[in-house]
Each structure stands twice: as C-alpha cells, then as structure tokens.
C-alpha cells in the first residue's frame, strides 16, 4: 500500500522558515498529485497547497502563498512545501495527501494520508 511520510517539522520562533518534506513511493509518485493540509488546535483542517503529478498544477492556499512554496523533486520522489516567515498561526500539524485526481487531492479527498509532522511557531 502506499502511504506518504512527512518530515521537516519542529518548534521554530516566529520569521524563522521550515521545509516540510513529504515522501511517497517511487512506483506511484508520478502517478499522483500531491497536497498539503493542515490543522491547528481546535480548529478544522486547511488546505495549504497542491502540485500534480508531473510537477505541474501548483497552488498554494491564498492565505500563505507570498510566504509558502510548493516544489516537486522526482529525483527523491518527494515533494517540498518551503515555509518562511512562519507565524504563530502556522501552527499545526502538517499533512501530505496523494491521489491520482488532482480534484480530490486538492479537496482533501486523497486516497493516500501521512501522519503528519507538527510545526510550532511561538515566541
């Protein structure tokens, strides 16, 4: 089965950047379209951003995007979401979701579901 694995998150003060790395197996990572969500204490999850499976289609949520970027490497069959600025309302655990529709990634239908890597910003 396939299920992605994310990495990257960690206790950060507030202007510092993280890279969140999500893995997935090789024999399907150019098969699917990847996303990241993410929930905060007590709150629902958010959509942060999605790529496609041929690193195109990149998005990332209107909420983060002049601070958040989204990159696919084939080579490491992983996909990045870069995090600068971070804010104390970035806090939350960080998911990787995969499918191969890219609709139901991006909606937080994806077949596939890490467990999530949690990211703090506090001062």
């Known amino acids: 089965q396939v299920q992605p694995v994310e990495s990257g998150g960690g206790s950060v003060r507030p202007g510092d950047s993280l890279t969140l790395s999500c893995t997935i197996s090789?024999?399907?990572?150019?098969?699917?379209?990847i996303a990241w969500f993410r929930q905060a204490p007590g709150r629902e999850r958010e959509f942060v951003a999605v790529?496609?499976?041929?690193?195109?289609?990149?998005s990332v949520s209107d909420s983060v995007k002049d601070r958040f970027t989204i990159s696919r490497h084939g080579a490491k069959k992983s996909v990045s979401l870069r995090m600068n600025n971070l804010k104390p309302e970035d806090t939350g655990v960080y998911f990787c979701?995969?499918?191969?529709?890219?609709?139901?990634?991006?909606?937080?239908?994806?077949?596939?579901w890490g467990q999530g890597t949690p990211v703090t910003v506090s001062s």
């Open positions: 090789r024999d399907v990572f150019g098969s699917v379209d």
């Open positions: 790529i496609g499976w041929n690193g195109g289609g990149a």
């Open positions: 979701s995969a499918d191969y529709t890219y609709t139901k990634a991006r909606s937080g239908e994806g077949e596939f």
